[in-house]
Structure formats: structure tokens, C-alpha cells
């Protein structure tokens, strides 16, 4: 009984001794994201227009920002845990595609062309699990947290300039929303030198993962009296992600 409970004692301790001080992570890739919007959207109680995205694959730059703290050596077995907080910042670009207005009454309206753009910004919690028996470190990576997501610069255009269709000449407001974010990945990490003046090693890092950063809306559009904006229900991407990590 008593060796049991030296055990449970030793085993915190085992974890620490084999624990860095800090880590710091930088890191930055390309996102791919095919996002779309709700479509139908009700301007008021007899007026319904329908917004039929312009689905496009959509590359943009996603970075990221954070510091942690890793475990290795766990139970004098090969495998590491990191924890750490980052940040991370995308911008989508534009979703664009064609208005039908007034689409319950007139399905054969004239129509518009219409684009906003989407950004958002994460901070999340996040844990690597890697098997450090081989100089290529294999790890998987998932992460929790809240994401501010920023949909803005709403215009629209007639689809054909000689139409009948009247674009939007005021001011759509822009909306910032937070929402839950979650990420799951895999990877694989590799030595890159160690700084014995500072006690450093300099890590790389080359991932694939997927991040969901939840829902985005717009404000009103003009002349709307419903609460019923312009929304995506999932700004996700996926992405390939190198990360430069500097332990010490």
C-alpha cells in the first residue's frame, strides 16, 4: 500500500523533471475554404430574396502566435504532451454570388451580383500528443477555444447592367460575433539545432489540420425590418501549417 502511494506521489515529479521551461511557437501556412452563406434571407413579412453563393475553393494565409509548455519523457516512456495558447488570424476573402429579389413572389426577377468579405481571429487552447522515439517526431494535435469572426464591406451589383434590378445604395453594417472554435490535426516534428548557450532547441514543424471557427453574420441589409441576416454557419478551413518552435 505504501509503495502504491510513493508511486502516485513520484509521478507528478517523474513529469516535471522531464519538463521544459517555456516553449514559444510561430507559426504560418496556406488555408483552403469553400464557404457559402444561408440563402434565403426574409427582407420583411412579404419579401423574401435568395443569395446563391458562388462556391470557390479559396486560398488565403493563416498565422498563428502562442506559448506552451511540454512534458516529455512521460512515465519513462517516449511520448511528449504540449499544452499551449495560441492565437491565429485568417482572412477568407470574398463570398460572392447572385441575388434573386423578391424570389418568393417574382422567382423571375432580374438579379444582382452581390460579395462580402470574412476574417477571423482564435485563441485556443491546444495539446500535442508526440512519440518521440524517431528523430521525425510524428504528433497529433487538437484544440478548444473562442473565435471572433468579422463579416464586412457588403456591395452588390446588377448581374447585367442593362436590368431592371437596383442595387443596394446604403451602408450594410459589418458584425463582429463570437463563437466556438475547434480544431484536430497531424503532423510531424524534427530537431533542428540546439543553442547550448541559452539551453534552446529549435524545432520544425509540418501539419495538416482542420479548424472550424463557428458561425459569421452581417448586419441588416438595407430597408430590412426581419432579423434575419446574411450568415455562414461554419467559417472552416483546412490547412497546411509550419510551425517554428523554440523550447527552452
Do not use: C
Not at 27 to 34: D, I, T, V, Y
Not at 62 to 89: C, D, R, W
Not at 144 to 149: E, V
Amino acid at each position: 500500500m505504501l509503495r502504491k502511494w510513493i508511486g502516485l506521489i513520484a509521478l507528478p515529479v517523474s513529469f516535471a523533471s522531464h519538463a521544459n521551461i517555456m516553449d514559444v511557437y510561430l507559426s504560418g501556412g496556406a488555408s483552403f475554404s469553400r464557404l457559402s452563406n444561408n440563402e434565403y434571407i426574409q427582407i420583411n413579412n412579404s419579401v423574401t430574396n435568395e443569395f446563391d453563393t458562388d462556391k470557390k475553393n479559396v486560398t488565403s494565409f493563416l498565422g498563428g502566435l502562442g506559448v506552451g509548455h511540454t512534458f516529455e519523457n512521460i512515465n519513462q516512456k517516449p511520448i511528449a504532451i504540449a499544452f499551449s495558447l495560441m492565437g491565429y488570424y485568417t482572412n477568407f476573402h470574398h463570398i460572392e454570388g447572385i441575388e434573386y429579389p423578391f424570389v418568393n413572389a417574382s422567382p423571375s426577377m432580374d438579379t444582382l451580383d452581390y460579395q462580402f468579405k470574412a476574417e477571423s481571429s482564435a485563441l485556443m487552447v491546444e495539446s500535442r500528443l508526440r512519440y518521440t522515439q524517431y528523430a521525425w517526431v510524428p504528433f497529433l494535435l487538437v484544440g478548444l477555444g473562442a473565435s471572433w469572426n468579422h463579416l464586412y464591406d457588403y456591395s452588390e451589383s446588377p448581374s447585367n447592367a442593362a436590368s431592371t434590378a437596383v442595387a443596394t445604395n446604403t451602408h450594410v453594417d459589418s458584425h463582429t460575433n463570437t463563437a466556438f472554435a475547434y480544431e484536430v490535426g497531424a503532423g510531424i516534428q524534427h530537431l533542428l539545432f540546439t543553442t547550448e548557450k541559452y539551453k534552446a532547441r529549435w524545432f520544425a514543424s509540418l501539419d495538416y489540420r482542420y479548424m472550424n471557427f463557428g458561425k459569421g453574420e452581417l448586419g441588416n441589409l438595407t430597408f430590412q425590418t426581419a432579423d434575419d441576416p446574411l450568415t455562414i454557419k461554419n467559417l472552416d478551413t483546412q490547412a497546411i501549417v509550419f510551425t517554428l518552435e523554440v523550447s527552452v
